[in-house]
């Protein structure tokens, strides 16, 4: 098989729109020269670089220890629905009956269930451009169409309200955001979302809120769009703020209506999500590793704090300061048009990773760069210093 | 919510085809019956009543030690990858290239890749019936149709060449075949697959062959379908013979063509399985683990030579001996014509819980049961005994 293969004889007409994740070629090469002996800085990646908490992995190996790992429900673990429902009693003050929780693979496997009892084939689901490109795809293979609507600085990257109404048609099913988003970490203000709320219900539609990147805020505390109205899907995953990305286990709070079309979806996909996260996440709310995560927390701000001016002196255009998440999504305009040749030149010269904008839309993707600050301040600081010679050369 | 929620205000059309697990309500009152005190047999079990094999567990152990557990590749592992390939080559003598085989969240995870990039909305798909009933809903999730043709104990419940080619039509993509199958555990004879894989290709469509429960056959050996060609999709999957179910783990072998549509979807939906399964899972092909499994496999035919003339001697039909899986499809038409409520009598009155027919089509589920041997031989005594004082009292 060195041979390029060929084209597949017979492909659904799906996979023409669905795209692969561009960065992976950044990737690729990153660690190519990173094979040759290359220093690579690496801040391309979508994922915390810190370890499981200690709490997580021991309840884990306890589990593993005993030896039955059996499927569970497929709605999840009660023990575990449970345990969320409390999660959002204490950290939000809001009530979520246990019964309302899907336990899911991931934010991953939570979206595609959400699209699945939602979007007949040919309905539109508006969301922002820049925005989180599996997204595209979940709409996609229910056979709906996703509608980006362009964003940018001047809303801090968000839909609005006024936004969505003006784009709402006849075939649109709903509305998804994220709150702080990717790629950009900024947020919906919590009245905003509440208009949000209430204009999609007013049209008749659902509003699915990707809430993953809370607890990743600075300086401010995310409030659940729950707390705004019951009748909106709301995702959300141990991936991120709980530092549990392989492990692929996230949940989604939906209407109580939908929960049992969740289940018949879930039991027919994915039987259940693993059996093994789920026992481990049952440590995730423990305080001992609310505290550990809390650290984390003020680190990830530290970062951020350090690295927003850095970049902006650097000349990267960076209007708003992000409240959360772990990236900046920065105007490289004044040094090249071209972002995906841009990233190639970075990588290639200065030995730093970063996201070309293009995986993210189609809002003028050439002009921006992903640059998450999921690498020690050290490394931050050598990427700046990386950066700062590069472009001083050019 | 105590009371019984309203319907949902926007459901997308394809949840209405989409049907629960009729199982879950026998699952649901044997739990009751459990709670108040009631001892009962459970025959209904889709999965192995063993443990994780020792070597793997130590292996996720000393994995969450670690305590990085990031994503991994789309793909997966390359190491699992490889292994996966070393299997084929091992057991089978088949050589498989490691970057044809994608690694899955379980065999429904495969399932679902597979969907995703063959079948576009409106083609269909044929299937036996009784089948598994999940591969339905897989293609209807697509937008396909699935189209079940009815077999029966003169074909050892298995799709021929001859009837898939009398009812392949113009929206044909596919077919989709088990080997064992779910809910019959019998096995298309190797040939007789040679010649359905040599038809399905003369048609322009593509084979996918389930083969989640190879390494449990009884007396005999089952053939890779990659023997016969290598046009054909592959699934498997760690829960069966590898006693791996709650992990959620499996593998499809894809021609390589197909490799980077499978990515992409893989990327888009899943980001990856789940990378502490992965890991374990390295340990899933050990000299040691296999001869754990092995002594297993000989147990559950064991007690397949237990229960099948035991059925036999107290009435239900079982015509044929199944090869493989750990299922007996028993024909109780002697005793009821409606098995769901004859599973629901027999749970009530004799302890013992069966899975009734409607899950699996609608080729005369009213008068099958599926009895599963998921549990020790004192216990599939005690079954038959419960089982032949209440026919006596009946
Ligand atoms: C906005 C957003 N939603 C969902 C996901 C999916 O994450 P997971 O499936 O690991 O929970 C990601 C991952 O990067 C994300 O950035
Ligand atoms: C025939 C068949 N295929 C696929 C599956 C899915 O199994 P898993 O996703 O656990 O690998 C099952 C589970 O019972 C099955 O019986």
Known sequence: MTDRPASPARLAARMRAIEPFHAMDVLARAHALEAAGRSIVHMEVGEPDFETPRPVLERAARVTAKGSVPYTQALGLPALREAIARFYAERYHVEVAPERIVVTAGASGALLLAMGVLVNPGEEVLMADPCYPCNRQFIRVMGGEPRCL???????????????????????????????????????????????????????????????????????????????????????????????????????????????????????????????????????????????????????????????????????????????????????????????????????????????????????????LRIAYTTSRPNLELAVERLRSFLASR
């Open 150 to 368: 362009p964003v940018g600085p001047e809303t801090r990257w968000q839909p609005t309200a006024e936004l969505l109404g003006r784009h709402w048609g006849e075939r649109t099913a709903a509305a998804l955001v994220a709150s702080p988003a990717n790629p950009t970490g900024t947020m919906i203000d919590h009245a905003e979302l509440g208009r949000i709320a209430a204009l999609v219900e007013a049209r008749g539609g659902v509003l699915v809120v990707d809430e993953i990147y809370h607890g990743l805020t600075y300086g401010l505390d995310a409030r659940t769009a729950l707390a705004l109205s019951d009748r909106v899907f709301v995702v959300n995953s141990f991936s991120k703020y709980f530092d549990m990305t392989g492990w692929r286990l996230g949940w989604l709070v939906a209407p109580p209506e939908y929960v049992r079309e969740l289940e018949k979806l879930q039991q027919n996909l994915f039987i259940c999500p693993s059996t093994v996260a789920q026992q481990a996440a049952l440590a995730a709310f423990e305080p001992a590793t609310i505290d550990l995560l809390e650290g984390r927390r003020r680190e990830f701000q530290a970062r951020r704090d350090f690295l927003l001016p850095a970049l902006r002196e650097l000349g990267f255009g960076l209007p708003v300061v992000p409240e959360g998440a772990f990236y900046l999504y920065a105007d490289c305009a004044r040094f090249s048009s071209d972002s995906f040749a841009f990233a190639l030149e970075i990588l290639e010269r200065a030995g730093v990773a970063l996201t070309p904008g293009r995986d993210f839309g189609q809002h003028l993707p050439e002009r921006h």
